[in-house]
Structures are given as structure tokens and as C-alpha cells.
């Protein structure tokens, strides 16, 4: 397969400072369904020896050049060779319809990854690990599950995707008749669009400044996406995903064997996040009867909310992840 030629952009556009202390370029690789992505490649400078590597993405809606982006660079920084990339329909990726998402082809997206990096001639391939990021994390632990390449996990500030599109923020919507009805509203908009010629688009984070009677988690995304880390392919930053774009997710759980996960895992989360229960809950069904509970850990930081495991360097426990990486 040949890669298609994506118009990729050469200057620095990132939402966070470029770093001395590595080299950066553009690199593109292709999924087993003939999609293209596109990442950022951060490796040490003068690195000789064949480095371990890290493939870092999410969270669900944003770019490479936000929150992965800034893992990708601060762990090469470290010592690692990695890449930010954007997942299929997204960002600077290839695939169409764009802003759509799936539980399976996301997947494909980090195997893809690790294929591009287990070829590379800098890489140890026997020392590839990944990060996922909010939404990326649930998928992250759902690549693990079933790619025996991967040595090492981190879930950061996790959502599992299936979860909340199938029973709602906190699960308040967990019935068969709530989600029928969505699943309804969903499928006569597919009718509509169809009709249209043209896919709608469902909204992204809500403008700047927040209204007082929305909930706090709301204008923790805002600030993050219309605000500090705004960035002109974001979808949350701007008019969000397709209005069906996530449908495939309800019908779909992602952790099914996660407590089959052979190699390491570490699950990371703010005790202050509206999403923590994600996370808590992930863990214990991953070591729960399984027989390789011994290199899973949840570390819990304490008073952190979601965004703050995007951007907050004195938060996000770099030398916790970087020593986790380094026993790969």
C-alpha cells in the first residue's frame, strides 16, 4: 500500500512551546483499511543507539498538536523516540467521512502506529509502548488487549467511549428506553443527511465564558479547548464531531478482556475529575480474576481535575510515566 499525500503543515503550530532539547518532523504511515495518518515525530537529539518508542493519542476531539503532542515531546525529551498522531478522519489524518469516529478502525489506529514504530530504524521494537488520553485511554487499554507488541500502557484522565455514549455522562442514562430513543434521534438524522447529501455536524465545547449554571466539567473543556489550547483542526474546539459520528460506540464495549492485558498498565487520574469513575472502574475489572494483576497500577492524583492531565506540567507525573516506560 501506498500512503495518500496529505497536505501536511511544516511550521510549528502546536499549542505548547517547541523544546530544545529534541528534533521534530513530520512523518505519515497507513492503517490495515488503506488510511493514512499523520503524526509528529520527536526524537532526542543525538541519540545513537536504538531508543525505545512511545505512540501517544487523544484525547477524543483534540489534535496532535494540543495535549498528545505535549506527551509525545516531554517523553522524548526523555529519552524516548515518539509519535503524536492524529487518529482516521481527523486533524491532518486522511479518511473519509471526516470527524467520525469507531471503536474498531481507532484501534487499528494505535496497531498502526506500533507497526510504523517496530519498523523504524532508530526503535528497539521489543520497547514500544503507548499512551491514550481521555478518550484514547479506553482505546489504548483496548490495544493492549489484543496487541502482544505493546510491553507498556498509560491511560491518562481516561474516558471509555463506549461507556458514556451508550448510558450517559455518570450512567444516567442507562436503560434500554433512553437509548432507544437516542438511538432513534440518531438514525433520523442519518435519514436526514442522507437526503442532504451532507453530513451535520453535533456542536464542540461550549463558547467562551461558560455560562454560571452549566457544570464544572464543561467549562474545564472550554477553557482547554476555546481557551488555552485552541487549535483551528480541534474538533472540540471548534464545530465537534459528526452528529452520527459516534453511533457505532453504543452497541460496542471496547474493555471486554482487559483482564487478559499480559503486559504493563498504568492507569493515571485526578480524584477531582468528573471522569474518575472511568478509570476506578477500569482498573478493577482489569485486575479482577485475572492472573497478571502484579504490573497493573492506578495512581490517583489528588485534587487534579480532567484537563489538568492535558497541559498542567506540575500535575501530570511525568516521572512516573518516564520511569514506568523505562522498565519496557
Not at 60 to 72: D, I, N, P, T
Not at 200 to 207: I, L, T, Y
Not at 283 to 296: L, Q, V
Request: charge should be negative.
Amino acid at each position: 500500500m501506498r500512503p495518500a499525500n496529505l497536505v501536511l503543515t511544516q511550521e510549528w503550530d502546536k499549542t505548547f512551546p517547541k523544546s530544545n532539547k529534541v528534533n521534530h518532523n513530520k512523518v505519515t504511515f497507513i492503517n490495515r483499511y488503506g488510511i493514512t495518518l499523520a503524526a509528529d515525530m520527536y526524537i532526542p537529539k543525538n541519540a545513537e543507539e536504538k531508543l525505545p518508542a512511545i505512540a501517544v493519542c487523544g484525547p477524543f476531539g483534540a489534535v496532535k498538536e494540543q495535549c498528545s503532542g505535549l506527551y509525545a515531546q516531554t517523553m522524548a525529551e526523555r529519552g524516548f523516540l515518539t509519535i503524536a498522531f492524529d487518529p482516521s478522519f481527523t486533524g491532518e489524518s486522511g479518511g473519509e467521512a471526516r470527524y467520525t469516529a469507531s471503536p474498531d478502525i481507532n484501534t487499528e489506529d494505535f496497531q498502526a502506529a506500533v507497526d510504523f514504530l517496530s519498523n523504524h530504524e532508530n526503535v528497539d521494537p521489543e520497547r514500544i509502548g503507548i499512551i491514550g488520553i481521555c478518550g484514547w485511554g479506553g482505546m489504548a487499554l483496548n490495544t493492549a488487549a489484543i496487541d502482544t507488541r505493546i510491553k507498556a500502557t498509560v491511560a491518562s484522565t481516561m474516558y471509555d467511549m463506549t461507556r458514556v455514549n451508550s448510558n450517559g455522562y455518570f450512567d444516567s442514562e442507562n436503560s434500554e428506553e433512553q437509548r432507544y430513543e437516542k438511538k432513534v434521534a440518531l438514525n433520523n438524522a442519518r435519514t436526514a443527511e442522507y437526503k442532504n447529501g451532507e453530513y451535520s455536524r453535533a456542536g464542540g465545547c461550549v463558547e467562551l465564558p461558560v455560562p454560571d449554571d452549566m457544570p464544572f466539567f464543561v467549562k474545564d473543556y472550554s477553557e482547554y479547548y476555546k481557551g488555552r489550547a485552541y487549535h483551528k483542526r480541534s474538533l472540540n474546539s471548534n464545530e465537534g464531531w459528526n452528529t452520527i459520528g459516534c453511533l457505532s460506540f453504543m452497541n460496542q464495549p471496547i474493555l471486554k478482556y482487559s483482564n487478559e492485558i499480559r503486559s504493563s498498565v498504568l492507569i493515571i487520574h485526578g480524584d477531582k475529575a468528573h471522569s474518575f469513575y472511568f478509570s476506578k472502574d477500569a482498573y478493577e475489572d482489569m485486575i479482577k480474576d485475572s492472573k497478571f494483576a502484579d504490573n497493573k497500577e492506578f495512581m490517583v492524583i489528588e485534587g487534579a481535575v480532567h484537563t489538568d492531565l492535558y497541559d498542567n506540567t506540575n500535575v501530570i507525573p511525568f516521572d512516573k510515566i518516564e520511569c514506568f516506560f523505562k522498565k519496557m
